[in-house]
């Protein structure tokens, strides 16, 4: 009985027990330190003007950049220093374990002063009492500083950059998101969304997005939007299937100062695919599709039976102005009736024949077109020279002007009439010798 132990049997002081865990906790905290002191971040030099401008404004290769402003103490102090955010290195890790590196991770001095006598902080608004303090700059645009509430752990900071760097269709909601976001891009694609994509669209347009790095993405959602200006120049809304679209501006902008936003669309009138949409972005770019100019601009509403009728309609009239021409033509009738179609008509024959009789006939260019207005505006205004009264040919004062009748003021109007008489009577006489 000797063996077992007494249910009396007090347990280990707390002191033996707090020993060991606080062993644990330091054996912890010096491993993350050493983390933060052995790391492979780079420090970019804040001497090399050259390095701050591809930091700060993206120029060089382009990159982006995610620094954390690191001070490290003055050499001789004794200080130590300090550690590297455990956020920003988790998220660096995340981001290359999944070898999706989009962006430079760095370390910087932000209290260095610029040659202007600004420090990097004031210069750029940083505020430093608000730690990690995180930035992003680069090809994205100068910096700026990441909120506290996305530095809790790495995985919010590495959520925040991707939705920030990585390249993603913008949503388009209304009529200011179509012009900012689309419109007044150089080129613009469109993604019309009858419903829900397959996953095989979304892959497609994650595809192209990373392709073409000069050309801007934009989706709407048709289901609950529609929009006036740009829905009758496309094949004909269906619920479930989706519709693409290219746009390339012309000319204006947004500000007044640019003028009125112009632009042209080149429509996909073949099935969505990866290689569909492809084939018009590079024919787009490249000149070989001539986009066709919009009259105004295209509008974002919210989708209603109403506005539904009036583009159907719209696009009916649309329809029938594009038949007429053919059933005119189809009836055989190519005489010139009068009508503007029958004069257009006779001009076309006309033009057919000569063509046909010159068969080394050359289509004029435009400046041989703008040489020949010239020359005959030339000969009108000569022409009109030798009918107009120049001032050397006006009387002078007080002179009546001659209009060809004054041998007829004097003449009373009973002599006038028997001259007439007498005429009459000689033609008579003349007609009698007949």
Same mark, same amino acid.
């Given at each position: ?70 001070? *490290? ?77 996305? @530095?809790?752990?790495?995985?919010? *900071? ?19 998101? @179509? ?21 095989? @669209? ?10 073409? &790095? ?184 007080? &002179? ?30 003349? *007609?009698?010798?007949?």
């Amino acid at each position: 009985m000797a063996g077992k132990k007494s249910k009396t049997e007090k347990p280990p002081a707390i002191d033996k027990l707090l020993k060991p865990a606080i062993g644990v906790v330091l054996a912890l905290v010096a491993y993350n330190f050493m983390k933060g002191i052995n790391t492979d971040i780079p420090r970019i030099d804040v001497t090399d003007e050259l390095a701050l401008r591809e930091v700060f404004f993206g120029e060089g290769e382009g990159k982006n950049h995610v620094v954390l402003c690191h001070t *490290l103490p003055a050499e001789g102090s004794g200080k130590k220093p300090l550690p590297i955010s455990s956020v920003f290195q988790d998220s660096m890790d995340e981001l290359q374990a999944n070898n999706n590196m989009i962006a430079q991770f760095s370390l910087m001095d932000c209290a260095h002063t610029l040659p202007s006598g600004k420090t990097i902080q004031e210069k750029f608004k940083l505020n430093l009492k608000k730690r990690p303090t995180i930035f992003v700059s680069g090809k994205v645009g100068p910096p700026k500083q990441v909120p506290e509430k996305h @530095l809790k752990t790495g995985k919010m *900071l590495t959520k925040l950059l991707k939705g920030m760097l990585e390249p993603h269709a913008a949503k388009i909601e209304s009529t200011k998101d @179509l012009k900012s976001k689309c419109l007044n891009k150089n080129i613009c694609a469109l993604l019309l969304k009858g419903g829900t994509p397959p996953q095989a @669209l979304k892959d497609a347009f994650k595809n192209m997005l990373s392709t073409y &790095e000069d050309v801007s993405f934009a989706s709407v959602d048709i289901q609950t939007m529609i929009l006036p200006g740009l829905e009758e120049y496309l094949p004909e809304y269906e619920a479930g299937h989706h519709r693409f679209v290219v746009f390339k501006k012309i000319s204006g902008g947004l500000e007044a100062k640019d003028g009125r936003l112009i632009t042209s669309i080149a429509p996909l009138n073949e099935s969505i695919s990866f290689n569909n949409m492809s084939n018009l972005i590079n024919d787009v770019r490249s000149g070989s599709v001539t986009p066709k100019k919009l009259s105004g601009t295209p509008q974002v509403k919210t989708r209603s039976k109403k506005l539904e009728a009036q583009l159907k309609a719209k696009r009916e009239r649309s329809q029938k102005k594009k038949d007429a021409p053919k059933e005119k033509a189809s009836s055989g009738s190519t005489e010139n009736d009068g009508s503007k179609e029958g004069r257009k008509a006779e001009r076309e024959k006309r033009r057919a024949e000569h063509r046909a009789k010159n068969p080394n006939y050359k289509e004029k260019t435009p400046e041989e077109k703008a040489e020949m207005e010239r020359q005959r505006r030339q000969r009108m205004e000569e022409e009109a020279k030798k009918w107009n009264i120049g001032a050397e040919d006006a009387p002078e004062e007080g &002179e009546p002007i001659d209009d060809g009748y004054a041998a007829f003021e004097d003449v009373e109007e009973d002599e006038y009439i028997e001259d007439m008489d007498e005429d009459e009577d000689d033609d008579e006489d003349v *007609l009698d010798l007949d």
